[in-house]
């Protein structure tokens, strides 16, 4: 791939994630404009595919760079544990 991707950040979150409504975590994305479409649709195919990743939104800008943003449902595991206080 001769294009640069990098993660950017959204609101305040880590690692360029972010939970929103508590439902989806999403991650942006910017693609520079010196990345072909067919790099471009490589990369978000992996990000699908092994992140889990789907598309929420997309921009392109004047400049030809791009913004992706992706998101994931956000899966809570609650403990099968119960609490036993009898002893």
């Known amino acids: 791939m001769d294009g640069d991707l990098t993660t950017g ?3 305040r979150a880590s690692h360029g ?3 929103m409504g508590g ?6 994305l910017t693609i520079s ?3 072909s479409g067919n790099d471009a649709r ?3 195919t992996d990000e699908a595919e092994y992140g889990r990743w ?3 939104r997309t921009r392109l800008y004047a400049g030809g760079e791009r913004r992706v943003w992706l998101r994931r ?3 809570r595991v609650r403990s099968t544990f119960e609490d036993d206080d009898e002893d």
């Open 9 to 11: 950040h959204l609101a």
């Open 23 to 28: 439902q989806y975590e999403y991650r942006m």
């Open 54 to 56: 789907e598309l929420a």
């Open 42 to 44: 490589q990369m978000l």
């Open 73 to 75: 449902k956000i899966i």
């Open 17 to 19: 994630f972010v939970r």
């Open 33 to 35: 404009p010196a990345t």
